[in-house]
Protein backbone atom coordinates (compact mmCIF):
# COMPACT_ATOMS: atom_id res chain seq x y z
CA UNK A 1 0.00 0.00 0.00
CA UNK A 2 1.44 3.40 -0.84
CA UNK A 3 0.58 6.37 1.60
CA UNK A 4 0.37 9.80 0.24
CA UNK A 5 -0.13 12.51 3.03
CA UNK A 6 -1.38 14.59 0.14
CA UNK A 7 -5.38 13.33 0.15
CA UNK A 8 -4.92 12.49 3.69
CA UNK A 9 -7.42 15.21 4.89
CA UNK A 10 -8.13 15.30 8.42
CA UNK A 11 -12.30 14.89 9.66
CA UNK A 12 -13.69 17.72 11.41
CA UNK A 13 -16.88 17.37 13.98
CA UNK A 14 -19.10 19.20 11.09
CA UNK A 15 -18.24 16.64 8.59
CA UNK A 16 -18.36 14.04 10.69
CA UNK A 17 -21.92 15.04 12.25
CA UNK A 18 -23.05 14.86 8.88
CA UNK A 19 -21.75 11.17 8.02
CA UNK A 20 -22.98 9.94 11.42
CA UNK A 21 -26.32 11.82 12.84
CA UNK A 22 -29.36 11.59 10.46
CA UNK A 23 -31.50 13.98 12.11
CA UNK A 24 -30.02 17.68 11.40
CA UNK A 25 -31.55 18.65 14.34
CA UNK A 26 -29.43 16.68 16.56
CA UNK A 27 -26.00 17.17 15.06
CA UNK A 28 -24.72 20.05 17.85
CA UNK A 29 -21.62 18.95 19.95
CA UNK A 30 -23.89 18.56 23.84
CA UNK A 31 -26.73 16.59 21.77
CA UNK A 32 -27.25 13.12 22.03
CA UNK A 33 -29.58 11.23 18.98
CA UNK A 34 -28.92 7.51 20.15
CA UNK A 35 -29.11 8.40 23.50
CA UNK A 36 -26.10 6.99 25.05
CA UNK A 37 -25.27 9.40 27.66
CA UNK A 38 -22.53 10.07 25.60
CA UNK A 39 -22.72 13.88 24.16
CA UNK A 40 -21.93 14.01 20.27
CA UNK A 41 -18.84 16.32 20.30
CA UNK A 42 -17.50 13.42 23.26
CA UNK A 43 -18.39 10.61 20.69
CA UNK A 44 -16.18 12.57 18.04
CA UNK A 45 -13.24 12.88 20.09
CA UNK A 46 -13.10 9.22 21.02
CA UNK A 47 -13.73 8.08 17.71
CA UNK A 48 -17.11 6.15 18.63
CA UNK A 49 -19.06 6.85 15.42
CA UNK A 50 -22.66 6.75 16.10
CA UNK A 51 -24.58 4.35 16.99
CA UNK A 52 -21.73 3.48 19.93
CA UNK A 53 -23.64 1.53 22.57
CA UNK A 54 -21.20 -1.20 22.23
CA UNK A 55 -18.51 1.04 22.70
CA UNK A 56 -19.23 2.40 25.73
CA UNK A 57 -16.73 0.20 27.77
CA UNK A 58 -14.35 3.15 25.40
CA UNK A 59 -14.91 5.51 27.46
CA UNK A 60 -12.00 7.32 29.48
CA UNK A 61 -11.01 5.54 33.15
CA UNK A 62 -8.61 6.46 35.78
CA UNK A 63 -6.70 4.40 38.06
CA UNK A 64 -4.43 5.72 40.74
CA UNK A 65 -1.50 4.11 41.64
CA UNK A 66 -0.21 6.12 44.80
CA UNK A 67 0.74 9.68 43.84
CA UNK A 68 0.12 8.54 40.03
CA UNK A 69 -3.15 8.87 38.06
CA UNK A 70 -4.01 7.29 35.32
CA UNK A 71 -6.18 8.25 32.64
CA UNK A 72 -6.91 6.06 29.66
CA UNK A 73 -8.95 6.71 26.89
CA UNK A 74 -10.04 5.95 23.18
CA UNK A 75 -9.00 8.73 21.10
CA UNK A 76 -9.93 9.34 17.19
CA UNK A 77 -7.19 9.53 14.48
CA UNK A 78 -7.45 11.27 11.75
CA UNK A 79 -9.14 14.28 13.21
CA UNK A 80 -9.16 18.58 13.38
CA UNK A 81 -11.26 21.42 15.15
CA UNK A 82 -10.82 20.32 19.07
CA UNK A 83 -9.06 20.21 22.30
CA UNK A 84 -8.63 17.35 24.49
CA UNK A 85 -7.70 18.33 28.07
CA UNK A 86 -7.43 16.57 31.82
CA UNK A 87 -9.09 18.15 34.35
CA UNK A 88 -8.69 16.73 38.16
CA UNK A 89 -11.00 18.24 41.08
CA UNK A 90 -11.25 17.26 45.15
CA UNK A 91 -14.33 18.33 44.87
CA UNK A 92 -17.26 17.64 43.15
CA UNK A 93 -19.65 19.67 44.79
CA UNK A 94 -17.74 22.99 43.49
CA UNK A 95 -18.13 22.98 39.65
CA UNK A 96 -15.48 26.04 39.70
CA UNK A 97 -12.53 23.49 41.19
CA UNK A 98 -11.89 21.38 38.14
CA UNK A 99 -7.98 22.49 37.55
CA UNK A 100 -6.28 21.70 34.45
CA UNK A 101 -3.54 18.72 34.72
CA UNK A 102 -0.43 18.92 32.06
CA UNK A 103 0.07 14.96 31.92
CA UNK A 104 3.78 14.12 32.80
CA UNK A 105 3.53 11.15 30.38
CA UNK A 106 1.30 9.92 27.86
CA UNK A 107 1.67 6.41 26.04
CA UNK A 108 -0.31 5.53 22.69
CA UNK A 109 -1.06 2.27 21.54
CA UNK A 110 -2.53 1.62 18.12
CA UNK A 111 -6.44 0.22 18.25
CA UNK A 112 -6.95 0.43 14.14
CA UNK A 113 -6.51 3.19 11.36
CA UNK A 114 -9.14 4.67 13.14
CA UNK A 115 -8.90 5.31 16.83
CA UNK A 116 -5.86 4.90 19.41
CA UNK A 117 -5.70 4.02 22.82
CA UNK A 118 -4.29 6.76 25.08
CA UNK A 119 -2.97 6.47 28.16
CA UNK A 120 -1.53 9.43 30.77
CA UNK A 121 -0.51 9.86 33.75
CA UNK A 122 -0.78 13.03 36.28
CA UNK A 123 0.77 13.51 39.37
CA UNK A 124 -1.37 13.43 42.14
CA UNK A 125 -0.27 16.14 45.28
CA UNK A 126 0.96 14.94 48.13
CA UNK A 127 -1.91 14.20 51.20
CA UNK A 128 -4.46 14.37 48.52
CA UNK A 129 -7.60 11.82 49.72
CA UNK A 130 -9.94 12.31 46.62
CA UNK A 131 -9.35 12.84 43.01
CA UNK A 132 -11.68 12.56 40.47
CA UNK A 133 -10.25 13.18 36.54
CA UNK A 134 -12.15 14.15 33.51
CA UNK A 135 -11.28 14.24 29.67
CA UNK A 136 -12.56 17.46 28.57
CA UNK A 137 -13.18 18.07 24.52
CA UNK A 138 -13.69 21.65 23.69
CA UNK A 139 -14.04 22.87 19.42
CA UNK A 140 -11.62 24.98 18.40
CA1 LIG B 1 -24.40 9.78 22.09
Same mark, same amino acid.
Given at each position: MIYNPTFNTLLNFDNWAQT??? +? %????? $?? +? +?PNNNGVQNLLEFALGL %? $??SSGKLSALPRATREGNMLKITHRRAIGVSGITTIYETS? +???????WTRQTPMSEAIVPIDSDAETVTVEIVVPAGTEKIFARVKVTQE
Open positions: NIS +D %TGLRG $AI +D +D %T $APN +DLSNPNN
